[in-house]
């Protein structure tokens, strides 16, 4: 039984389009995130979801936006796709115990590529 | 600026050939460091926390290691499943206003040969 689940694995879209990537978790955790892989392997946060609370890193362009319907899931919707936003965005979520959430455990990951 | 740099950026051992990676991290105020690894197509996995100077922590053939301004993952006679990419993160305090964001570092990227 997956822990973290994205789908689509992936994603082939033309510029322009708009994409959902969805994430769902079965682990009970209460923090779940979005992060980037670019081409060169660089991992960045994008976004984490706490309780209904968004933070989110100030280099994200505000075409993409997550969506939380309940606690387990964390959707990433990306309007007006360019060809920068060709990455790997991997869902991660992690429980938050005190001052210290924990480790992340990560989906597998979806490969967008916009053409 | 807060940043995590890895080295080597990739590491060719023969089966048995121990060595170590290395993470340096510059940051104004370190709340944890973190060990992931990562092979391909996989999102990363977790292996280790480490939160203070001194600190060690060990699982089979890995063991890693924290001091005030860098980490080191030692391979004990790694095998070729050990081959893969390892991350460093760190979290910081307030980082993008969030008090459990991680900076990663690029990763070395590991080659265990038989």
């Known amino acids: 039984d997956t822990a973290v689940s994205q789908t689509p694995k992936y994603l082939v879209t033309q510029m322009g389009n708009d994409k959902s990537i969805k994430c769902e978790q079965n682990?009970?955790?209460?923090?779940m995130y979005w992060y980037k892989q670019d081409s060169k392997k660089f991992l960045k946060i994008m976004f984490s979801?706490?309780?209904?609370?968004?933070?989110i890193n100030e280099t994200v362009p505000n075409r993409f936006s997550p969506k939380s319907p309940d606690k387990a899931h964390l959707n990433l919707h990306i309007n007006s796709l360019e060809l920068g936003d060709s990455a790997v965005y991997f869902c991660?979520?992690?429980?938050?115990?005190?001052?210290?959430?924990?480790?992340?455990?990560f989906g597998e990951g979806s490969r967008l590529t916009v053409l | 600026e807060d940043q995590v740099t890895q080295s080597p950026e990739a590491l060719r051992l023969q089966e048995g050939e121990s060595s170590s990676l290395n993470c340096s991290y510059t940051?104004?105020?370190?709340?944890?460091l973190f060990w992931y690894r990562q092979d391909p197509g996989k999102g990363p996995e977790f292996l280790f926390t480490?939160?203070?100077a001194g600190e060690e922590k060990e699982k089979e053939r890995l063991k890693a290691t924290l001091t005030k301004k860098e980490s080191f993952l030692h391979i004990t006679a790694p095998k070729p499943e050990d081959s893969a990419t390892y991350l460093c993160?760190?979290?910081?305090?307030?980082?993008?206003?969030?008090?459990?964001?991680?900076?990663f570092g690029k990763g070395t990227k590991l080659s265990v040969k038989p």
């Open positions: 682990l009970g955790h209460d923090t």
């Open positions: 993160a760190v979290q910081v305090r307030n980082y993008g206003g969030s008090q459990g964001n991680l900076i």
């Open positions: 979801y706490n309780n209904k609370e968004l933070i």
């Open positions: 991660a979520s992690s429980q938050s115990r005190g001052l210290f959430p924990g480790e992340l455990f």
């Open positions: 940051v104004s105020g370190l709340r944890g």
């Open positions: 480490l939160y203070s």
